[in-house]
């Protein structure tokens, strides 16, 4: 008898904080998205307008796609 009270006794604190938790709004996480710059901003930061251009090769023959049959 004595464990079984416990154990509810543990449960109902269980479902309490957990329910606690998801009610409560996350500060951390619209702090720190509040915080990140634009995409705009960061390459601007990086000077990424002063990189040379790069060509891309065409890969399609290297690794092709799967074979129809």
Known sequence: MKRQMISAF??????VA???MLRSPSTKLSAGTAAIPSLQELHTAAGVSKL???EIEDQALIFPGVAKR
């Open 10 to 15: 543990v449960t109902v604190a269980l479902v």
């Open 18 to 20: 957990a329910t606690a």
């Open 52 to 54: 040379p251009n790069q």
